[in-house]
């Protein structure tokens, strides 16, 4: 049977048990904030598609069980990680901060929630979940150019009981700095596993900054993300989001533009397969002009599958000299893969330039005709037209640190897709 509501007095109890330090306030404001919004339902338009009733049953499991710390060994899987993109690494594994692969420099300053008194933001109800249960939050601050990219590794396992874990994590870029991060998210084991993070960036005046995230959790596991940006006057963001595993994935993606000369160009792929439900929602808020938006998100999908992609660009009065453009395309193999685009626009502005469109087909037959009539075969032909479907936003990686990465993530999980299709 779904579960459709949190079990609040267990929450409450976790919620008492955990530490009495500086973020004790936070959480109880977090904790009664949740009693009255509660957690999204399907009644809730942003969340009509995508269903968090396996979230709340993993979260009530683990809260019946007394909140249990994971403690499984991730040294094997973060090695593996940190050695495939070279940057400078922060982790958070099980909920918890570990920043002895951190090298400290005069480029960036990193403090804990817990050891400062600036209040936490929790604007919705699993920004309250994840406050509520949060063992503790980093705030780094670049304020020069950093020789090597800034990497976050949110990490996560599961195993005999169900777990959850929660991550929290804000970013300020300074004025004239230049910034390239890393946001990777992974988890190992065969349990229940539900991982709920918050990331908050703002940049400063002509700040430039490069963002790469990576989602490559088990198959089976629940995630919900949420990346807000803030951007500064004649600052620029070039993001790429990249998703590859997952059971239930929920992104958020808001973006809001309150400064002249502010650009936002960012790009997703999600390559979903059996059991994966992949939602990505994004907002684009334009309050001033000009400044710039772009956003393309591709999808790939085979199987029984479900994918959900709502771009949403708002146009605020007075906001002249806008120009904001969206583009999804999706590519199913599968009659039993189903997609739900929505690309929305609302302007209430007269001097803009908007555009938005979406996309739904197949491989082409005639391409794939065509290759097989030059001597390759019908896998290899099918495996060359998804990769090139995909490959133009591998290529667009903001982050070269990351390049490699994410192109033998992306081709080891297409492999995957395409032998599904031909068995």
Known sequence: MKQTALSLPALRGVVESMSDDGL???????????????????????WKYTDLSSAIAISNQWLKNGAPAASDDLQGSIDEITAAVAANWLI???????????????????????????????????????????????????????????????????NDAAAVSQANIEICVSDNCSAEIV?????????????????????????????????????????????????????????????????????????????????????GLYLVGDNQHIDNHTSVEHRVGPAVSSQEYRGILNGSCRAVWNGKAIVFEGADGTDATQANHNLLLSERSEIDAKPELEIYAEDVKCAHGTTVGQLDETALFYLQSRGIDKMQGRQMLTHAFAVDLVSRTPVD?????????????????IRVQAQ
């Open 24 to 46: 004790r306030p936070a959480r109880e404001a977090a904790l009664r904030s949740l009693d009255t919004r509660g957690l999204p339902t399907l009644r809730d338009e942003d």
């Open 183 to 267: 946001e990777y998210h992974a988890s190992v084991g065969e349990g229940d596993h539900y991982a709920n993070t918050i990331v908050s960036l703002d940049t400063g005046y002509r700040s430039q900054v490069g963002y790469t995230r990576i989602q490559n959790r088990r198959i089976g596991h629940v995630f919900t993300g949420r990346i807000s940006a803030a951007l500064g006057t004649d600052s620029t963001l070039d993001m790429a989001n990249y998703d590859i595993g997952g059971g239930l994935v929920r992104n958020d993606v808001d973006i809001n533009l309150a400064a002249t000369g502010a650009a936002a160009n960012f790009n």
């Open 92 to 158: 958070v594994a099980n909920g918890v901060i570990d920043d002895t692969r951190f090298t400290p420099g005069d480029a960036i300053d990193v403090e804990r929630f817990s050891a400062t008194t600036a209040p936490i933001v929790a604007d919705r109800a699993l920004a309250d979940l994840n406050v509520a249960l949060l063992q503790d939050g980093l705030r780094i601050r670049v304020h020069a150019t950093p020789e090597r990219p800034l990497g976050i590794l949110v990490i996560d396992s599961a």
């Open 401 to 417: 640190a990351t390049r490699d990465a994410v192109n033998a993530l992306v081709s080891a999980r297409l492999e995957e897709l």
